[in-house]
């Protein structure tokens, strides 16, 4: 599988902080769907957890998480690149295996890849960079790949599926495309796959959703 370059997508510069920024080729600074969801976001399960489990345990579990899916992601660009990557870490040998999973049960459902590591934004809103867009199963689409320590509910996973919509119409807006369906696949620490599809009513309600909550993102930075 290779990549058909259908759209002139272009890299923007990352700002990276206590809220990470995307400058556009117009010179505009825009928050990340990632600050904007992170933001906004109820926090007092995250907090009730760290309490049960310790603030040092909470810090490594967060941690070696956020390593796994870095390294996760650049097992999944190098194989779609068709470039040779080795981590031979105890992490990266982890991720390795959760990117072989996803490679084997979720790749199999792409038809066409435009990009990998694609950056979006819609002007004056928002930007980001979506995993992978192309068609999945025949109809155009966002695809995010994600790691998780455990298996997880789709109720669990909505401010992925808003991670989707907000892709999706960045771009439509940018490449005036009619993308309504995106995709989250995802392996687990014990190498269970998961794929959550986002179509129909829900990818609107989704996109709705992520509209407020940039409402709510930029009042509280008013």
Known sequence: MKIIQKYNYKDLKRKDGPKRLYVTPDGESLPSVTTILSKTKDKSGLDQWRKRVGEKAAEKIISDAAKIGTALHLYIEHYVNKHAYKDLTEIGIQAQKMA???IDEGLKDIDEIWGSEVHLYYPGKYAGTTD???????RPTIIDFKQTNKPKKREWVQDYLMQLAAYAHAHNKLFDTEIDQGVVLMCSRDLTFQR???TGENFVRAGDAFMKKLDLYNQSII
Do not use: C, D, P, T
């Open 100 to 102: 072989q999973v996803i």
């Open 132 to 138: 992978m867009v192309g068609l999945y199963k025949g």
């Open 196 to 198: 959550f599809e986002l």
